[in-house]
């Protein structure tokens, strides 16, 4: 069965600072990897997601995120946060079907 | 385009009821997957369907079940409802089936069980 790991539970960041959220799945199969975020008080919104080619692959207000087969890792990153990216992200992935198996998530608290 | 609608949003019930959630995806979406999500387990697949038919299904009991219309709103159902069940349940759509196209989540059904 398919898993996903997030290491980190809960980042604290001062406004400007860089952030990276790591993200581990076990599946030796082909996967697509998506990125959710869920501010408070909001449903889930998708972040960036990847199905192939580039492994490099932009989203929304400034995220990316770095697919490394090799590693079977898909980490978020930003070069500078804002309070307003405070919220709850979660990895997720899936080999194909429409179910999504998803991360314990991160919370994400950026002090002004 | 209006989003992914739950209803209700709150619900509350007591041990060994059943319950009935509905949610109505993003016009022209024709897949439907429901999730479960509590603080101890995180987000949970329950199942997914596309056209009427139930297509993927996770890994919980058979008291929970859906189904979905012609019109693609989906109905999920919970029989004998256990204290464990209480929960936020999500559901989401996407345009057609196939794990390459991103899903878009409701707002969600927050059940309680007394």
Redesign the interface.
Known sequence: AQSVSQHNHHVILSEAASLELGCNYSYGGTVNLFWYVQYPGQHLQLLLKYFSGDPLVKGIKGFEAEFIKSKFSFNLRKPSVQWSDTAEYFCAVNSGANNLFFGTGTRLTVIP | KA??TQTPRYLIKTRGQQVTLSCSPISGHR?V?W?QQTPGQ????LF?Y?SETQ??K?NFPGRFSGRQFSNSRSEMNVSTLELGDSALY?C?S?LV????????????TRLSIL
């Open positions: 989003g992914v897949s997957s999730y995180g987000l949970q697949f997914e596309f297509r993927n996770g999500l989401a996407s089936g196939g794990g390459n196209q991103p899903q878009h989540f409701g707002d969600g």
